[in-house]
């Protein structure tokens, strides 16, 4: 549990700190929404990630000399959990366990539990000359195996289902231009194929984003059900970038630039002195984050759930407003703790096999 914290706290802190809305708990999707076995085996190149790690292992296990280890069984046991292989989903679909919302996610983090105990086990093995042989024949079975899984990928990815439909401009402004319960980024078909002039346009990107854990305040509509920002009178304000401010009025924004830390924009006209902003940019409280405009320190506050500021100055056309995360205090604590906790299960799984050794 503490090798998790790093993960797992963030979530936890955020949610207990915020009033955010959490994904909708469908217990008919929950208790449906598995793998297939059958369709997991027979097609492969579907889930790369899941097929590459998951044939090391059965690799590992077949041309090792010794058993699989008791990490490596309940992490495949924990895979299984998101399969058809039980009927367990159907009948804890009413159970606290569905704040998952998917039986499919045990699947990646049972293949990561039985990955991470196959690669103890593989350095735990004495490095006999038979065991290499079969360690090398073993590799070269991975590598053909991967050839042909990611061939099928590029076959999925590259060339488009003959009977898909190509989508034109004219349907992205469709979906991404009216917000009445139809066009929410449901309402297309799944079998479509998209260019990457179509991909590359930012209208593409309003009809994927989902309003699960945004701030309750910064959406118009109060219920829990499942949509899309852009379907939001107050979310569309975030997918165009759009400031707002106290009375109401927006200002369109350019040159939208969003990196791994840091977020910068220009304004396309002048704001008043004195107006109540609010950035296009979600704010939560707990976390650290340092605004400027034009290089000068602004006091920010949180409003509707989003960043905001009371301009002293009017803001000119053109002005940069940069918004930067920093990491917060508690973050660097609960990094250490895990990584403190994983040196320590190491070091006592490298004590454990000394001792065996000894014996």
Known sequence: MLSTAAAIGPIL???LLNNVKKPVVST??????????????????????????????????VVGSRKPSLGVVLGLI??????????WPYYLRNSPVTFIQFATRFIKPGIALALMFTLLDLKANQKTHENTKRFHSGLITYGLISVIIMAGVVKNNWFPNSNSQLWTAQHLKEYTTFYDGIHDGYGYSSDMTFSNQISNNERFWYLKNYTD?????????????????????S????????????RGQT???NNYNPTLKSINMNVQKMIPS???IELPILSYKGLRVNTTIDGKQQK?????????????????ANSKIKITQQVPNWLIVLNLVSAVTLVTLLSFHKRLQRTDRLT
């Open 13 to 15: 802190i955020v949610q």
């Open 28 to 61: 008919s999707v929950f208790a449906n929404n598995v793998k297939d076995l059958s369709h997991l085996f027979l097609n492969p190149s579907d889930s790369p990630d899941i097929w590459l790690p998951l044939f090391f292992i059965m690799i590992c296990i």
């Open 78 to 87: 924990v895979m299984l959990l998101g399969t058809n292989f039980t009927p």
């Open 213 to 233: 854990y945004i701030p309750k305040s910064a959406l118009s509509n109060p219920n829990d059900k499942s949509t899309f920002i852009g379907a939001d009178k």
């Open 235 to 246: 979310g569309i304000l975030l997918t165009k970038h759009q400031i707002i401010d106290e």
């Open 251 to 253: 200002y369109n924004t």
């Open 274 to 276: 004195n107006s109540i």
């Open 300 to 316: 920010t506050f949180i409003k509707h759930g989003k960043i905001a500021l009371k301009l002293q100055d009017a803001l000119a």
